[in-house]
């Protein structure tokens, strides 16, 4: 297991220069630059020109990204001109306020989805089943945003129980209770896809588990139903239900635009979003490394997780061919 | 988000093939299946809808034509007016034309490519291959969603963007796709009596590798369909799409924020349509992968 998990660590290196060469290609691929953004339209091309030259971005590309990687490594994020910050100043609490909301989601997310998956199995073929499969497929085809707005307009709008927007309130606001209150809405609206997945997968792997040998076996020794399922079957479907849990979360992060847009949620993808739209391509750049770099460590925990529930996932690649 | 999970698990496995000899007893195993029959009806209404919107809508999608936010029903408009007074339902229609051409469009074309890039991959091997998968490998590691928004971000908003956003995104995962069945066709008794027979290695793409691959990669792109679908009318939503007056689905679903309080229908109705046409890509998506696959047939 040791073995297995240096193994998989030291193949995240090069994952992770893939993801910075992606980052830094994707924003020289852009129409348009910064300078044009900073000096504003009145500018004269002499102006632009010597901002160019301030920023280093009349240098040849690779020599950009190998400076660029570089202070990256240092941990320097580089410097928005718009904000007249350092990246890593703004991107690092936004996304803390992102992790708040993702492992609420998350945590909601597989409560609900691995509830209703067991139970669907369990009850295979039965009504419950399909009146739960019928909400599985209709959350899984549920756009995020929409669902946002909707639950913000009934439970905020017309019976005003939770606030519509942001993290906290302007008056007296700010402890945990506060956030807490505001955390309901996005977390539920962006819990619910996620929850469709991991029940449609709980109840797929759980049905396949049940039909094994040894549960006939052990249903034949006369061993309780809620036994068996919990100590038997549940215990040898977790493997997949760990993957596709360790995927959403990784999505969640993907999603979370929509989400932190719907509700004014001071995240890291607001700030992706608004730095997008006002063309700060330090921040975008800082932003979706940061993304990545979650998804890639979350993908990895998860397959750590999997090769100590079951050692047979434990090859070189980790159990998931490509 | 779960579009990006389902495009990673929902992915068929069975070997599917398509031939013209058996479009016929295809076509009829799928009309058997009530649900995406029902499913395939409703997406041709929407898309007859959609095209013929000179036509069938009942008024100019950009003109005020009743009192802001008007409820449905009144002012005889079915679904009522947006916070412009537009009629929702002429909208709807309007913008089923942009909705569905960023649900079909971009993952049509990937996957056109995918399966150039992905036979030619699997099939040829050694370092075509490895060169192809180790860069895609690149962008398994950015949630797709990411992809997508970043990309529409930096380009200008309009169509065509929200068209390559997709496209780029989803290449990677149709690829892979389109590979893994390859490698495992190659590996069929088949391809080694055809190559013993002496047939071209073009011949042998062309007439057994191709037809093998693209039945289960037509099954995935489809229910795909519905989820680029729900993808890109976020895109449109964030604003990176058609700029007003023109609307699609996501685009009214944004616009009806404004107005959310007093007239949540002009968000509502958008949004149900985009959960009901993404629901019948997956019904058809499933009759297609029962009819195409005779051993998963019922009867």
Redesign the interface.
Known sequence: MGRYAAGRLLLIAP??L??S??VFL??H???GDVTSTLTGPMASPEARAAMRLTMGLDKPLPVQYAKWLGHLLQGDFGFSWVHKRDVGEIIFPKFANTAILALASALLAYLIGFFAGIVAAAKAYSTVDRVIMAFV???????????G??L??LFA?IWRIFPATGMTSFIDGGGPLDVLEHLVLPAVASAL??A??VGR?TRATMIEVLSQNYIRVARAKGIRRSVILRRHALRNALPPIVT?GG??L??????V??TE?VFAWPGIGNQ??SS??GRDIPI?QGA?LL??GA??LINLGADLLNAYLDPRTRTAEGGRG? | MSVAVAVRTGAPTGRLRVTLANLGSAWRAYARDRASLAALSFLLLVAAAAVLAPHVAPYDPYEMVALRNALPGEEGLILGADGDGRDVLTRLIWGGRISLLIGIAPTLLAMIASLFVGIFAGYLGGWVDLVIMRFLDMFFAFPLVLVAIVVAGILEPGLLTIIVAIFIALLPYITRLVRTTALSVKAQPYIEAARAGGASPWAILWRYVLPNVVAPVIVYTTTLMGMMMVLGSGLSFLGLGVPPPVADWGTMVSEGRTVLKNAPHVTVFPGLLIVLVALAFGFIGDGLRDALDPRSRKR
Do not use: H, K, N, R
Request: proline share 5%; hydrophobic share 70%.
């Open positions: 994952v992770l893939g993801v060469i992606v994707l924003m691929l852009a129409p497929l209709i959350a899984g085809s549920t756009p995020l945003y929409w669902l707005l909707i913000v307009f709008l896809p996620s469709a997945i997968m596709v995927m959403e990784g999505y969640l992060l993907g999603g635009v929509f847009v992706l979003y997008i739209i975008v979706v993304i990545a998804f890639v490509g």
